[in-house]
């Protein structure tokens, strides 16, 4: 039997299958990963140190996995399309276990501040991007194999991890700011998005783990930041005036169009509690109907799987007023919570914690010995790779907990321990 080009591996080709499929296992290797591990560490949108009960970056990534799962095999079952158009649940599911391996500490904040110090010194423009760095994570950075790097995952699992089909430098990157992988991968990257079928933008698993992210995103973190009094969602189902910042926010939007998704979307909200939380199981279980209604929602009544000949290059054809209801939730996060002036005063400590160990790690990087860097990325150095790159991929692997740690002693807060070597 002629070998599933899909299932090629950029590495090793095509390896026997052991119990599982050649995509079962793609999903054991990533799920298996320290980069994965460490997603507990590092920020959704609250820090990471800040409670048991906001979502972080771990818990967000098994929810976008899980709804990833879902509406692959909804709509492989659903779907009257050719065959070769139908998604895979298993790659789905690894494109979003992968989709945030590369995000670094305290979010944005903390891809803004690699980006801005790598480019400044190094005259770059892909100092760091979070999709890209994904990529680079299993591609490259992970370990299980002497000969080479990463996962070696299947052409069709990498491919799926490309939410943004274009390499780092091109005008696409240039303008919209964001990459699906850096210069130092293309190769790879080359190989892998020659699986996808010449009139499709990006991979089928691709669209649908996008389309899962922002799901989970809208839903879970409303979720989290109604139960902390900052988003007041009873308000907002009772009150019209209360969207009026919110549309401010889409104004690139049609109005009407817009008008009539939050008119809906009050309506979707009618099982939110009429006063603010208050923890009792009335409340709890009110809002995991909420979230089991509307991620229903936006899987079986908005979203459709067609040939992307005819649908300008996607296989999705997502309801406009699903999207629109998720962008409006997917902005009540920015409005209430991401720009409150307690978060914004939070972010400057976090800004000035990077920029000391962006700094010190520069530096250390010159010596002839160095003492911040691990040993895995003097590896990296030793071997060619580019040192903006590799300083990226130090910052961007700690965890928040671990970045603090470094800052408190390279500034002399705290002498550290002997046993504090930073390892993935």
């Not at 809906?264 to 909200?269: A, K, N």
């Not at 907990?401 to 800052?407: F, H, K, M, P, V």
Request: charged share 25%.
């Amino acid at each position: 039997m002629a070998e599933n080009p899909r299932e090629h591996r950029y590495f090793t080709g095509n390896p026997p299958e052991d119990n599982r499929s050649q995509f079962e296992r793609d999903r054991d290797r990533v799920l298996h990963s320290g980069y994965f591990r460490r997603l507990s560490g590092v920020s959704q949108v609250a820090s990471a140190a800040d409670g048991d009960h906001f979502h972080n970056r771990l818990s967000h990534t098994l929810e976008v996995a899980q709804i990833s799962r879902r509406m692959a095999e909804h709509l492989a079952k659903s779907s009257e399309v050719s065959k070769e158009l139908l998604p895979n649940a298993d790659v789905a599911e690894t494109a979003a276990l992968a989709h945030d391996l590369g995000h670094p500490p305290f979010g944005h904040v903390g891809g803004s501040a690699i980006e801005g110090f790598v480019n400044a010194r190094t005259g770059g423009t892909d100092g760091f991007e979070g999709n890209a760095q994904s990529f680079r994570v299993v591609v490259r950075l992970t370990r299980r194999e002497d000969d080479f790097g990463g996962l070696d995952l299947t052409r069709a699992s990498l491919a799926a991890i490309v939410k943004y089909p274009w390499l780092g430098g091109s005008e696409n990157a240039l303008s919209i700011g964001k990459y699906g992988a850096y210069e130092t991968e293309k190769e790879v990257y080359e190989d892998a998005m020659e699986c996808v079928l010449g009139v499709a933008n990006r991979s089928v698993e691709a669209e649908i783990m996008d389309w899962a992210d922002d799901i989970a995103y809208s839903i879970h973190d409303v979720y989290d930041f109604y139960r902390a009094g900052k988003i007041p969602l009873a308000r907002l189902a009772r009150d019209p005036m209360e969207w009026a910042p919110i549309f401010e926010r889409l104004k690139h939007e049609d109005p009407d169009a817009l008008r009539n998704a939050a008119v809906e979307l009050r309506d979707d909200l009618h099982l939110v509690p009429s006063t603010e939380f208050n923890g009792g199981a009335s409340h709890r279980a009110r809002m995991r109907q909420l979230s089991s209604y509307l991620i229903s929602m936006f899987i079986l009544k908005s979203t459709k799987l067609v040939d992307p000949s005819e649908n300008n290059g996607d296989f999705l054809a997502i309801d406009e007023r699903a999207r629109l209801k998720v962008a409006l939730l997917k902005k009540l996060v920015w409005h209430f919570v991401i720009e409150d002036q307690a978060l914004a005063a939070q972010q400057v400590g976090q800004r000035q914690c990077l920029k000391k160990i962006l700094a010190a790690t520069w530096v250390d990087m010159k010596r002839e010995r160095q003492i911040i860097l691990p040993l895995s990325h003097r590896e990296l150095l030793e071997s060619g790779s580019p040192p903006g790159r590799v300083l990226a991929d130090f910052l961007s692997n700690l965890t928040e907990r671990q970045a603090l740690a470094l800052y408190r002693r390279l500034v002399g807060l705290q002498e550290g321990s002997i046993m504090d070597v930073i390892t993935i």
